[in-house]
């Protein structure tokens, strides 16, 4: 990796709750992202309007060629 980690806490709103995920909108019209329900932590049911946070970092391109098991 070329850059060192910046760890930007970010938060987000609940829009969607399914049996196997959940949709979050994230503040800042940053867009949206559904995750599965097993990587959510909490202690109770989790409900539409509910926020949530979490820490992200910046997402970097590893590869220069595309990797031929992805591409079929």
């Not at 503040?27 to 097993?38: F, H, Q, V």
């Not at 932590?41 to 989790?46: F, L, Q, R, V």
Request: glycine content about 10%; overall charge negative; charged content about 25%.
């Amino acid at each position: 990796m070329k850059y060192s980690d910046k760890i930007i806490y970010m938060e987000g709103i609940i829009t969607e709750v399914h049996d196997g995920a959940v949709a979050i909108d994230l503040k800042g019209r940053l867009g949206s992202m559904r995750i599965p329900l097993r990587m959510l932590i909490t202690d109770t049911e989790p409900k539409v309007g509910q926020e949530v946070g979490f820490n992200m970092s910046f997402i970097e391109q590893l590869p220069q060629a595309p990797n031929g098991t992805y591409v079929k």
